[in-house]
């Protein structure tokens, strides 16, 4: 067995003079520590949440391709955005935040994954190999591929943390928005599953027609005039308290808030001028929308909004029960957790501008697979 494995590793940097830059670096991997294993990278997601450090804040309309032998691709960034960036200026940072692959070295404590393949978390993902501790991996079940494997952390685990939240909160029911996604694909069948009443916000009717598919029951689309009266009437019937936003920016939070004060406002017996007492939580955990949240307030004064990440929550959960939820992905794999992917590309394609515009779209349906081995 080799001592060490050299491979190619996509870096995104940000200059201080306001420039983006993607490039791929070759990289060498030392020997795994006793805890540790290497991992011949066979596939990685791009999510949402890679975007915003893989392209950060770049106008995507400026994008150049380099000259040469190395593949690099540069773009402006707006003055306007340079503030937000300092924390990262002039460093090359490894991109990805999950994948799938093979075990070709491990340490002395972490033997028994040799040759195994395996889902894993953890950052640097569009890389060839990965150096990270055994602990980070799941083994996947028998003939499950590395592309099976390569999604089974941020969106099968964000989606069950939703329904953890609702139960540790005290919630009937749920609202999900851009809820055909893959992600809301996922939520669907583990509602479905456990008995949570689930509103699903869309934004067209093709996308609808998914999750019809998949037995959705209550689904509302955005972009119909009746949106707002739909919406109410799928909250007052489901009695949902709770939604998570993927948009972000927009009134769409506002629009949910003023659809489940007035579904509380039904079965009102006496007025209040501070509006129902029904607590309602709005978690933002997007930004398809980059622009401002709007609010208006006309909703009472018993409501929340706030920002929800997977990484926080899980630490609040505890290490029992991440294992615990971990454990059902890698039971429900290639069923409730199945991803599907509508391109799988090769590190140096991550690169070509045209790729670019397709994967920085985050179109319902058009989600990118990395094959750093092509």
Known sequence: MTDRFSGLELRSTVSAAGQLTLSLETVDRDAPG?????????????????????????????????????PVLTADIP????????????????????????????????????????????????????????RDCIVLPEGASAADGASMFVNPLTALSMVETLRREGHKALVHTAAASNLGQMLNRVCIADGVPLVNIVRSEAQAEILRAIGATHIVDSSAADFREKLTDAIAETGATLAFDAIGGGKLANTILHAMEAAANRTATEYSRYGSSTFKQVYIYGALDLGPTELDRGYGFAWAVSGFLLTPFLMKLGMEGVMRLRARVAAELT????????????????????????????????????????
């Open 335 to 374: 069923t409730t957790f199945a991803s599907r992917y509508s391109a799988t590309i090769s590190l140096a394609d991550v690169l070509d501008p045209e790729i670019v515009a397709a994967y920085a779209r985050k179109a319902t349906g058009e989600k990118y697979l990395i094959d750093p081995s092509r």
């Open 34 to 70: 006793p805890d540790e294993v290497i991992v011949r990278v066979e596939a990685a997601p791009i999510n949402p949440s890679d975007l915003g450090l893989l392209l950060g804040p770049a106008d995507l309309s400026t994008l150049r391709p380099g000259t040469g032998d190395d």
């Open 79 to 134: 003055p306007a955005r340079m503030a937000a960036m300092k924390p990262r200026l002039d460093q090359s940072l490894p991109v990805g935040n999950e994948g799938a692959g093979t075990v070709v070295a491990a340490g002395a404590n972490a033997q028994a994954l040799l040759g195994k393949r395996v889902g894993m978390m953890g950052g640097a993902m569009y890389a060839q190999y990965r150096k990270l501790p055994a």
